[in-house]
Each structure stands twice: as C-alpha cells, then as structure tokens.
C-alpha cells in the first residue's frame, strides 16, 4: 500500500498574513472617511482664519467710531523759552500775539540774624499768620519750640499756608517764611502776641518796622494777549484763549501762538484701518485663489476656492470703499475716500497717502471725518455734535430750542459797602455733602471777599462753585449747567448794608436743562445736552447747546462713515446665531462628527471581523494539527519497516 501524507494541506497557509490582508481591505473605507475629514478639517481651519481676520477687522475698524474725538489741536510758538500751552480739542483755531510777561510771585520774608538754629532761645509767645483775607493760624512758641528750628518745624505743621526753613547766610542763621501759593490775594503777615525775648522781631506787615524784612512781594502773574493784559494768580493762564492753557515762563518774554489742528492721531488711526483691510483681504484672497504649479506640476486650489459668500463679503468691502459716502456735506470736495488719499489697488487692498489725507483734514475736518466715522456738523456756531446711537440715521436734522440751560446763580440781596465789611462774617458754602466755612474779616471788600472765597473752596477741593464781583454785589455760580447744579449758601451775618448781602437764611441755587426737539421729534435735555428720544430717523442723536438762543438754532448734517457701514456687513458676517461664517463652521464641524461616528463604528466592526477571523484560523489550526497527528500515526503504521517486521513474527510462528 502506498503510504499516506496529510501535511501538506496545511504547510503553504500563512495565517497571520491571510489576516492581515483582511484587516486592510475592513480598512480601506476607514482610510477613505479620514481623508475626506482631513479635507473637512483643512476648510474649518480656513474659516477659522477667515473668522479671526474679519474680527481683527472689525476690532480695527471700531477705532473710528468716535474720530471727532481725535480732532485734537496742538500748539505751535515761535518762542518756547517764554511760554509752553496745550489747546482742546475743541479750542478755536488761530494766531494770537503774547507779550509783556509778568510771572506770579509767592511772598518771602527773612528775620535778623540769629546765632544759632538749635540752641539760641529766641523767645515765647503765640505767632499770628494770616493768608490775605483767610482765617488766622495761631502758633504756640514755647521752652520746648523756641530755637529758630523749633519755630520752624512748628509752623509747618501749622497748615497755616506758609512754609518755614533756616538759613545760614555765612555769618549767622534766618528764619525764612514763603507763602505756599503766588498771587497777591496770598500775601500774608506775622503778629506776634504774648512775645517774650526776641520773638516780636519775627513779626511781619507792611510799611511797619521792627519786624522781618520782605525779600519778594506776592505778585500776580500777567500777560498780554493781542493788545489786552490778563491777570491770574498763578503763572498758568486759562480761559484766556477759549480750550488754551498757557503756562508762563519768562518774565518780560513774548512770543506768537498759534492753535493748528493735530492730525496725527487721526492720520494713525486710519494707517491702522488700511493695514487690517489689508490683512483681512489678503486672507481672503489666500483661501480662495487657484495657484497655478510650476514645470508641468497641477496647480493647487484654495480651501475656499468659489465660496460665494466670501466673494459677495468681498464685493461689498470693496463697493463700501470705492463708493460715495453716506450723509457728506452737500458741496464738500471730500465724498469719497479716493478724494482723501486712500485708494484701491489691483489686487484689492488698500494704499494711503498720509499727506494727502494731512491736507484734507486740515482743509476741512469734519467733512474729512465722515467718511471714516459717524459726524455731525452743525449750522450754528451754539450747537455742537456730541454722538449719535446705532438707530440715528445719516441726514440733515432741523434743531429747535425752547430755552437754553443755565448754571446755578445765586446774587446777595445787597452790594458789599465800598468800605468793606462792617464786621468779620462766616460763609458756609454747601454742595453735596461738601461743606465749606469762608471766614471774612472786617473791612474785606468785594475782591478780597470775591478772592478769599475762591482761595477757600479752591483749597477745600469744592471747584465747582465760583464767586463773583457782579458789580460791586457778591454772587455765586456752578460751573456746570443743568438741574444736576445745585449748591447752598448762607452767612452768620444777617443781610443789610454793611455785610455781604447772604443773610442768615439758607438759600438754594439749581440751574435748569435744556428744553428743545430735534427733527420734530422728542428731546430730553440734560445740562447743555439735548438728546433725541422720540421716534424718528434722528433718535438716538445728541448735541450740545450753548448759550441761551431759543427757537430755531438751524440745522445739524449726520454722516455715516466706513465704520457704521463696514461694522454693519462684518457684523451679519459674524453673527454666531445666523451670519455665514457661523453656519459654515458649525456645518462643517456636525459634518467631521457624522464621519468620526462612521469611522468609529468601522473600527470597532473591523477589530470584531478581525478577531473572529482570528479565532477562526485558531480552530483550524488545532483541526489541523489534529488530522497531521492522525497522519503520522497511519504514516507510521503504513510503512515498509513496520510491515516486513510484522510478516517477520508471523512466518517464525
């Protein structure tokens, strides 16, 4: 019999390659859902940046919302050795002549020589300093204070508005006292009371002697402005020139000043626009461009290649910088951006011309403007622009004033006698929960109760109340205007011919608000400020209204520039609720989560497949392994050696 072999069945199988060859072709659909999803998520990213590049935009953009604020002025001297001013923005332009400079003086005076700071006794007694008209500070001198360096240290701590030092002058030591403010409302003098030693001699007041000696008046600084001198206590100027402050430097100097506008912070803001249009368009232009390849190589496209809400985004950015602005001043030559310097190039972004955009500004500011951001300009010179709110609609508005608002006044019901005060007399002066006491002494007359007053609440920190000379009668007012003003005075003295005219009766002063409309429509008023609350295309429009004219104050033009125009596309581009870029990212990421589900469930299909088929071979094999033991046994049982040693015991039996 021929023998039998089974081992070759099993002997060509690779089982783990079999498997494996499998397993690829379970992964091939995998293999192909995670391409597509790389491609998904290459277009996510590239909305990703468009997102981040029209937010830059639109933060960029929002730089000129407000660019009536950037209309700054700066000033320009012809001699800064004698004078240094700033200007606001709302200062007047103009040229204005300065000359015979005065500066303000604080008072000085120095005492005799003494021969020591520390330990000459100089004497006791009770020093008596008085600032102008202001309240007296006495000074106790006694055996623990009576060198010159106690004397010293204890009138500044006084607070008595006068500064104390010792001076050695090569041959002995002075006492030197300067007032702590210029001007000659704070002249200031020295009695002594209960003097023992040599304390009468540091007494001081004018024409008399026997006391210290004065080194330097207090003086009032003063300046000529075309022609007319204007006085100030202190060597800084304001209101002179409306929105000027000058700081006086030189005595006897002179100078020219001029107040030009300052562009500059404008001419930035809108370099800043150009640079971020210029990036957002360049993203934009990226993503959605075909880039041809070189040396017979395909060409690459764009994530966003043909996106039609892209190029309609980019449609309109552009028509909004190439076309007419929107509310400009009829006649004006600045309607467009091209007519300021700011022109398209071929490929879609921008390119500024500073000079050219310098020039037109300083040619015509407001018109300039509102081709950048929303502006009003005014017929009347009493009516100011001062905002408008997401609902104002550009146009021309007719302004209509019933009564102009008004500071809180109030008069003395009699003028201060020529002579001054018939006695020495307390105001107190109250605003909020500010209270201030102005003690006037006797024989004060009208600009010294007017100079002491101010001096007071000045010190007292309560600034927006002001004293005046109305002609010889003592009179209050704010500072500001509107019914939010509101201040109360009343004296220690009843009212009659020898006092101020207060009286001892607490008198209240409140200004009022403007009232007028706008456009017909319903304003409210608040201070000077007139704010369109009523219906209408103007709602939301604010001015200011100075002065007190009624009725028609003319008209206000409201133009609508670049920012409300191109903030209005990018922000329906960007809206998370409905604007396109919103819709396309979220489609894109339900898109990439549909396939990693699919892709998760082929996986975990395959890795099933894949272990069945595993455990399959596994079976097999054990069979085969099973039939190739069967095998060698009757391969064993079947063979020559086995068969001739059984014929072998059979023919010896």
Known sequence: MSSVSISGL??????????????????????????????YQTTLSAWGQVQSALSSLQSTVASLQNVTQL???????????????????????????????????AQSVYSQDFASATNTAVGTGTLQI?????????????????????????????????SAAVIYDGTGYRLTLTGNNTGAA????????????????????????GGMTQSQAAQNASVAINGLTVT???????????????NLLQAGGSTTLTVANDTSAFVTSVQSFVTAFNSAMGTLNQL????????????????????????????????????????????????????????????????????????????????????????GTATNANVQFVGAGSNTQPGTYAINVTSGATQAVLTASNPVPS?????????????????????????????????????????????????????????????????AQTFTVVSTQPAGSGSTGIGTTLRTATGTDVVGSINGQTASGSGQLLTVTGPGAALGLQVNIAGQSTGSLGSITVSQGIYQQMNAILSQALNTQYGFVSAATSGLNNTINSINQQITQLQNS????????????????????????????????????????????????
Not at 11 to 38: E, H, M
Not at 335 to 348: E, F, P
């Open 606 to 653: 395959a890795a099933a497949q894949t272990a069945l088929l595993q455990q399959q071979f596994n079976a097999m094999q054990t069979q085969v392994a099973q039939l190739q033991s069967v095998g060698q046994y009757l391969s064993a049982f079947f063979s020559p050696s086995s068969s001739s040693s059984s014929n072998s015991s059979s023919t010896g039996g």
């Open 419 to 483: 002579g001054g005060l018939s006695s020495a007399e307390t105001l107190i002066i109250g605003s909020g929960a500010t209270s201030v006491s102005v003690q006037l002494a006797s024989g004060s007359t009208i600009d010294g109760i007017v100079a002491t007053i101010n001096a007071t609440l000045s010190q007292q920190g309560l600034n927006t109340i002001t004293a005046v000379n109305d002609n010889g009668t003592l009179q209050f007012e704010s500072s500001g205007y509107g019914s």
């Open 232 to 246: 100030s206590a202190t060597n800084t100027v304001s209101g002179a020139i409306p929105g000027v402050s000058l």
């Open 288 to 375: 959605t461009a075909y880039n041809p390849g070189s040396s017979g190589s395909s060409g690459q496209a764009g994530p966003l290649i043909g996106n039609a809400a892209i190029q309609t985004l980019r449609t309109q950015l552009l028509n909004l910088i190439s076309g007419q602005g929107i509310g400009t001043q009829p006649g004006s030559a600045y309607t467009s951006l091209g007519a300021v310097g700011v022109s398209l190039a071929q490929d879609g972004t921008l390119v500024l011309n500073s000079g050219q955009l310098s020039q037109a500004l300083q040619s015509n500011y407001n018109a300039v403007a509102g081709l950048f951001g929303q502006v």
């Open 10 to 39: 099993v002997s060509g199988i690779n089982v783990q390659s079999l498997i494996s060859t499998l397993s690829a072709a379970y992964q091939q659909p995998i293999t192909l859902l995670q391409n597509q999803q790389q491609t």
């Open 71 to 105: 209309n700054n002025r700066t000033v320009n001297l012809s001699n800064s050795s004698a004078v240094s001013g700033t200007a606001s923005a709302n200062a007047p332009l103009g040229t204005y002549s300065l000359s015979n400079i005065v500066l303000a003086q």
């Open 130 to 162: 008085q600032v102008g008209s202001g309240t007296v500070t006495n000074v106790t001198i006694d055996n623990s204070n009576n060198s010159l360096n106690g004397i010293a240290a204890a009138i500044n701590q006084s607070n008595s508005g006068v």
């Open 186 to 209: 704070n002249a200031f003098t020295v009695n002594v009371s209960g003097a023992t030693g040599s304390l009468a001699a540091l007494s001081y007041s004018p024409g008399t002697s």
